[in-house]
């Protein structure tokens, strides 16, 4: 009987190893598919580029409180671009803050020909930027903030000049600033041609006066 007892239990340790082969192929397989799904979902196309990162303290009754800040560009090279500030106790928090409030304040960039419509100067506090279009090959001729900005955006060909203040974060918003007065010249010019040719059309001045 003891015999007996010895070869029942050594039987199902003979069996069991491939029992947990199979059972882990088919939990490889499902896991395979939960990671298969994860793919299938609609991914931000939003490229994210880091343009400062600083430690800030802040006094308080107890003493000083360490803190960090993040400023963060978002944009789809596709004519959308948005710049966002966040803090946080880690860095990760603060750059995802600064992320969500990018992708909340997006700026849509009118491109012509890879370049911008006209020249433009925006000054916003200490901080003065200068863009003007460029031709076909001349690429971006920028530097530091304003050239991430302005890849981030889809801008190819374009040239730019910094003429005031040297903090990154003021000159990110003065280059967003500057882009979207692009698209406010634009709708207002357009609106102005359309308000001409309404009022030739209604007075032509071709047209001799009646004489009663």
């Known amino acids: 009987m003891p015999e007996d007892k010895t070869t029942k239990s050594f039987s199902p340790k003979t069996v069991s190893p491939g029992a947990n082969r199979s059972s882990n192929g088919r939990s490889g397989n499902s896991r395979g598919g939960r990671r298969g799904g994860r793919d299938n979902r609609p991914q931000d196309d939003m490229e994210q580029r880091i343009l400062e ?16 800040r993040a400023c963060v560009a978002v944009g789809d090279k596709k004519s959308s671009v948005g710049v966002g500030l966040g803090k946080g106790s880690d860095v990760t928090i603060a750059i995802n803050k600064a992320v969500n409030r990018a992708k909340k304040n997006m700026v849509k960039v009118p491109i012509v020909k890879e370049t911008i419509p006209h020249a433009v100067v925006q000054k916003n506090g200490a901080a003065l930027i200068m863009l003007k279009p460029a031709r076909q090959g001349r690429g971006v001729i920028s530097g530091g903030v304003t050239r991430m900005i302005l890849e981030l955006a889809g801008i190819k060909n374009i040239t730019s000049k910094n003429l005031g203040s040297k903090s990154k974060i003021n000159n990110a918003r003065c280059v967003i600033l500057a ?30 006066e009646i004489k009663k």
Do not use: C, H, W, Y
């Open 179 to 208: 882009l979207r007065s692009l698209r406010q010249r634009d709708s207002q010019k357009t609106k102005n041609v359309s308000s001409e040719l309404s009022n030739s059309q209604d007075t032509p001045a071709n047209t001799p």
């Open 53 to 68: 990162i600083a430690r800030v303290t802040r006094v308080m009754a107890g003493g000083k409180r360490m803190s960090f």
